[in-house]
């Protein structure tokens, strides 16, 4: 203890255990003079709980002693020693620990006393670490950590305000405080208590139980969304939980159980009870016979139920009050009964929820209108209807809510409208709810025989005693017509009943069956309240439940009929004011929202006017403007005038039209609407909501009216004038927010046709973030404007835009879209399945189409592979507005088109009742099918057949299933005939669809007759299986969804392209674009890799050849013949694994799921015959060049034997001269030396057999070859041949004249053709086949080899490739046999040349003639001893090595540079060569330039790559670099040949040059003739020849890297076996056919494509094509022509005219599709507009008409429209 509380606490020994020593028998101690006394009378003097203080008697000895104390516990042991023998203060014990202290007194002499014991427990300490947990609103529970010491007990105390409110001892240390008060701050003590009751200082701590509202939210995992409130936007995400049905596990399931049950409209939504009380309260107990009968009677726990009012409650007070809007609005059509006044448990409040009601609109019909069939619909919150509200006093027997049930059920079907005692959980004590006061109403249906009340009545119900509720009861008194008070005991002092200020009527409903029923309490009060007997409800023994709420009815009915107190719940307000009662509109936001929006809507009195005034811009100019933009498309009005011209003048009238938009001045509902969505927040969703509320009761009213006015005027049938007036006004009155929206797009289209830096244009910038924001908060987006069938693009696009940046990487999207007749509830099945809102408004079926946003939540995220999902909601096909229509067809097929193209699964609504109906409406969606497949799309889809019920539907239905596939496919060929699509036979060719998954079976939407029918639980559990099968379909898309950025695209293609008439043909999209260039870039660089695998290995496979029967080349096989066979078939072998390769690399490409691939998989077989064709084309050269080689080395054989002879017999004479020399043993000049070896070498050659090589005859051979080639033409080209000598031929220029033809042919080809424009054709045809292969014949002659028969073959082959290729030139027989002989007659002149240089070269009195001066100085050397060592090593260097590695450089470096060309963009694929070529162009304005383009494109794009060659090589560095590494490498392997040479160390001279050419056999071809020349009159030694080998090897790299160094870029090509410039060009020429119409070449990947395309066409006057009726340049551009009804005539057509929108059943392998938009050949246009002076003088025409719209093109807007058209970015 401390010090302050020792006089309080001093403890004697005695009283604790003293044990002082004594003899037996004596009294008193001896004195003698050793003896030491023990310490006597010890005291305690304090107990801490660390601490003991003692104190000792004196001891009356004279001796000076110290104290011994020994102290000792169960744990612990010490002692101490004290210098004072009276006093002893021991510290560092333990708390609540007994020690027993043993005190001995010690002399210093060390004598000591006997000991004296004394017990003491230190005090213990108090508890520590107190944590309170699991803090309820009625208990908690505490922890601490138990001190240290012999604690017995805890005492723990709880206490208010210092008074204790409970105490409890326990041995452990945990307790739980139950029974206490929610909300209150407790004070929580806790001792410790020993054994001897002795107890701690408490430790305290102060803890608030939770209310009752808090614990609930917790319970049930709503304790975030007490402050952060639940949004729509959360609660339409899709979630795992939205698509599964795992069973309630736990208390916080229940609220996102209830909420995904009620978004779908589910009545079952309130049976909320956890599986797991479930299965405790149905334990299988089979295990036992035993039957406890105890057990029976025990109920089970309702603690773990929640009563589902709780959860209603919990969830309106953490909503916001969008959601609880939504909440209200789907309770309402589920026939639940919402909250009219919610109540707060935690601040005692509550509130009235008129915003949450605001969005319920009913329908009903009163007796008033029985005859005439009219009908009531609006909001209920206006509607003035009589409330009747049913209150509790007290306790109370009968069940008030579930008597009011069967009051507003009929008997033959009982709904619970509320929640009552004996529902589910009802039982369940109720925790948050008491004091919920709810309403419903019973609206009429006008039938009497069914109607429970003939007029529409609210009924109110309070859920508790209203003794503890004055607010809410005095509320109901207030505002209701009746109050029927139910209680089983009144109190005649009762307050609460007889100082109401009483509006309404009281009726007393009693129990009289209740025990505590009185009567004459009963009495009393009624009398205080004055009531009647007919105000006296009483429940009788004799009356059973069917009675009275029989009685109950007629009563409440009395009340309603006479009641003149009706209140509209918005009038309700004030009342609700004065009383202290919250009302949930009166939030800043929301009145900010109503202000604004009253603002607006106010003004509005007659619509058509208000829209006129208010939204003028999207009237009737907006309809013109996309009339225009149909007819700009589509031509129909051409007539005779010129194509661009008309064109020109529909865009300086849409222009027109803009500027029109642009002369209004913005309106003022329309500034008010803008600046109101521009405020941030709930305050923007608050104005919408009011917005669309206020709207919507505008069109009602005046829908209203009209439809009154249209009834009465359809009596009279002289009224049509009027009556078709009043039908265009009942089409017109809609008003909705969409039209302010769509104001809004028009004004930002409209200002972007100012010039940016106009003011106006820049304050509207911001507007599609705005709409951006919009989309993002769950509003839905007009994508259709459904008035005028139009997307405005660039708004849309732009809204698609900015949602794109807000959304950041998180922008993937799956759509899903619905179709089908209207008003069969598509929107309503779309707001059921996903909780949407799309408007359902009587009188107002949706038009146009309709995009909104829903999040995908993290955990769905990776089976959907999307960030978010896109609902489309569509007008119906098959409306009756558009049915009178002309176009209505034609509006549905776009329609359809475009919505199946955006999405991912498409939903159609079908009906099997009406097959007529349905049969209209899948030809249409068969035709969006068919086009969607068409153009690389396939979507899904879904059938949905609404309103069957039966359960057994879905067998019952299998032959309706069957008849419905049977119709399908019948509509699927009808439509594929229509599309000129006839391979498609059925449905499943266009789409995967599955008779037996693909339908889906959905009841009714209402369970009985509305209005007081719920919806059918039926209905929502079949749509709920529908959103999970669709979700599960679109899980296994195998295709990549699209990011936002794509869909737009989409959007635009579709749109674009479904203004056209021809859909297929002209549906064009950059993603499709994409996903070609991507797989053509793919298959280019596969092409590229199988092309250079093959030139290598035919590159080796030559040098083998070349290299046969040599040292350096000794195979297995010795004729030549059988060794090229066996390369033939190796090549075979090689080509067949390249083929495969890249078919494999195809089918890779295609299985990925990302970059769009299935949108190509149209192309997949052209590329894969691409790759067979190329195989086919190889496999020809590769068998050409090496028959060729093998041919031209067996006659090299022959002259390397001859030579080698030769020279032998040279050396045997040199030989023979040396001894000669040597013989005459005399000291020989230099000089004497050469004379005696002219001598010898003049005689020798005498003795050789020199005889000549015979020339080839190459014009005899290329004489067979060519008659070979044109055998197959028939006997008239012979004849033709034989007119005419081969050597003749080929000395002029070619000239083509029209001498040849037939008067019918020139007749014929007056169609199309001037006799002059044919020769022209012809004779352009022929010189460009002409270079060509002249090209061809000087690459031949570089090589300096023989001549061979393949040469002539290669040249014949491109001329029938050129040839098939131009076959619109229109070639006859006549004209290819000249060209042939032509061509043939100068290649075989300079085959000849070539021929008998050869010979010559390989001359063997020539060659020995040019070795003379070698021979002469290896004499010289051999005779005088010199060594030879360095000078045959640099012999071997120069004439062996030297050339042969130049020789493997030229043949490599072609491949570095094509490689390095190949990395350049402009190189990639076609598409993006024609756009490097194009914008070079533009870029240097040169009009000479653009002539050479369009008139000799070849030759234009051959020097146009040459000098992109020379460009990227002009500094140097870049090639030499590709040099140097060549260099590198083979010198390497020239270094690696002569070690391993050496190691062989055969010590002879020529083994050793052998063993060097052998290894170096598979890389170059070493002269053998120079090698022969070598080994002649060679004395060197091997080791040092390899020494000085070495030496020459490093000069020689440095030599090479010299002379490379001295030659030009263009130089050094020349020089190259593949020239660059030809493969690039073969590589980006293609097919090189033409578009028939401008010559524009075809961009089309792969050569093995069925149809032709290119992305740009421009004017046909380029062409030199003049007008029919004169002289001047024609304008027209054929990709606008395909989509005109003009007519073309050429020889295919037979002369006569034939529609260019016809122009494939002519062509068709050329695909030309419509412009993608407006601007696509602005850059031809800008061009033409340019030049079109220097165009008419270089074709001698006069100049074209240029349409004024041309005139305003820039070259950045050129620029911009190729960008586009070969989607460049």
Known sequence: MESSDEEDEVFDASDIIAELPCEEGNTSVSQQPDYIPPPAEVTVLHVGDQTVSLSFAPSGSSVRCKLHIDYTSETHRDSVITEDDDFADVKGLNPGTEYKFSIKRITESGNQSEATSVSVFTEPAPPVLITVSNIRSDSLSLQWEPPAGEVESFIVLCSIEGETVQELTTDANSVTFSSLRPGVCYSISVSAQLKTGTTSKPATTAVKTKTDLESLLEDIGLKQHGTEKLSLSK?????????????????????????????????????????????????????????????????????????PLDIITALFLCSDGFV?????????????????????????????????????????????LLE????????????????????????????????????????????????????????SPRKISNGLTEITWYLPCGNTNMDIFVEPVAIANIHGDISSFEAQYSFLCQTSAAVFVFFDHLDPECEILTNQNHKAQIFLVGNHQSKHFSLDALKKIAMKLGLKKTNILIKTKQTNDADFVQCLRKTVSDVVENSKMKMPIEQMVNIAHELGILVDEDSPECQAGKKNADTITAEIEDMLKYKEAQLPLQGQIWKDLTCLEKEEFRLRKVGSENIEQYKSNLQEQREQLRKKQNSYDMSSAMSCFINAISSQGAERRYFLKWMRMNLDNVSRIKLSGLRKLYKEKCKDSENKEEIKEIDRQLSNSSLGTEHFFREMGQIYEASLSLPETYQSRQQLQHLPKLCAQLLLDGFPLELVDGDASNIPLRWVSDVLS?????????????????????????????????????????????RGAFMLLIKVNEDVKTVLNCDFMVIIDTEGLKSPELAQLDNSHEHDNELATLVVGLSDITIINVAMENSTEMKDILQIVVHAFLRMKEVGKKPKCQFVHQNVSDVSAHEKNLRDRKLLLQQLNEMTQAAAKMEKKDENKSFTDVMEYSADTGNCYVPGLWNGNPPMAPVNAGYSEAVYELKKNIIQQLGKCQSSANNILEFREWMTSLLNAVKHENFIFSFRNSLVADAYIRLCTEFNKWEREFKKEMYTWVTNQETRIKNFGTVAENPDISDMTEFLSQLKSEAVTVLCQGEKKILDKLKEYFKQTEGHVYLVEGYREEFSNSAKSLRRELERSISNQLTAAADIRRGMTELDQIKENHTKEIEKAVCALIEECRQKKVQMTDRELDKEFDKMWSQTLKKLSVSKQKATDVFTSVSHCLRANLSHKGSHACELMSTTNLRDCGLKPFKYTADGLSEKFVQTIRSLFSLTDLVKARQSLAESIIAACNNSVDEKLKRQTNYHDTYIQEILHIIDERLQTDRNVGTDIEFEVSLKQHICGSAAREFQKMNEEFLHVNDTHTCLNQNKDKFQEDFKDLFNERDQCQKKAEEFTNKCLKPAVEEFVNRSLGLDIIDEMLTKQQFSTRMSFQYSILLDLLSKGNFKNYLDYINSYEDYVKSWILDQIVECFSDGVTIEGFVDKRHLSIINNIDGAIKEAETKKNGNLKTFVEDICKELSDKLVISQEALCALMVLNNADTEPFAHSLKGCLKELEHTLREEFKENDIQTKLTQLHVKPQAELFNRVIGCGKQCPFCNVPCEAGGKGHSEHFASLHRPQGFGNWRSSSGEKLVTDICSSLVNSDIGFSCNETKKKLHPYKRYKEIFSDWGIPPDVSLDASDYWKYVMKTYHHDFAKAYKAEKADIPSSWRNITETQAKESIQKSFNTK
């Open 235 to 307: 609660l339409l995400e899709i979630d795992e939980k939205t698509i599964t049905d795992t069973p309630l596990k736990c208390k916080s399931d229940i609220p996102w159980y209830f909420l995904k049950k009620l978004m779908m409209v589910n009545v079952t939504a309130r049976k909320v009870k956890c599986s797991s009380i479930c299965e405790s309260n149905c334990e299988d107990e089979s295990g036992t016979t035993e039957v406890d009968f105890d057990d029976l009677f025990n109920s089970s726990n309702t603690d773990d139920m929640i009563n």
């Open 324 to 368: 609880q809007q939504e909440m209200a609005l789907k309770m309402s059509m589920c026939q639940f009964s919402v909250p009219l006044l919610l109540p707060n448990c935690d601040t005692k409040q509550c509130t009235l929820m008129l915003w949450a009601m605001r969005d319920i609109v009913k329908k009903y019909r009163p007796q008033y």
């Open 372 to 427: 005439s069939k009219g009908f009531i619909e609006e909001r209920i919150v206006h509607s003035e209807l009589p409330m009747v509200s049913f209150v509790r006093l007290g306790e109370c027997s009968l069940s008030k809510s579930q008597i009011l049930n069967k009051l507003l059920s009929s008997s033959e079907q009982n709904h619970d409208a509320f929640v009552h005692r004996d529902m589910e959980c009802g039982d």
């Open 802 to 846: 900015q949602l794109n940046d807000s959304a950041s990487s998180k922008n993937k999207i799956l759509v899903v879209t619905v179709l089908g007749v209207q008003s069969t509830g598509k929107s309503t099945l779309l707001n059921n399945m996903f909780g949407v809102q799309f408007a359902v408004s009587s009188g107002r079926c949706t």
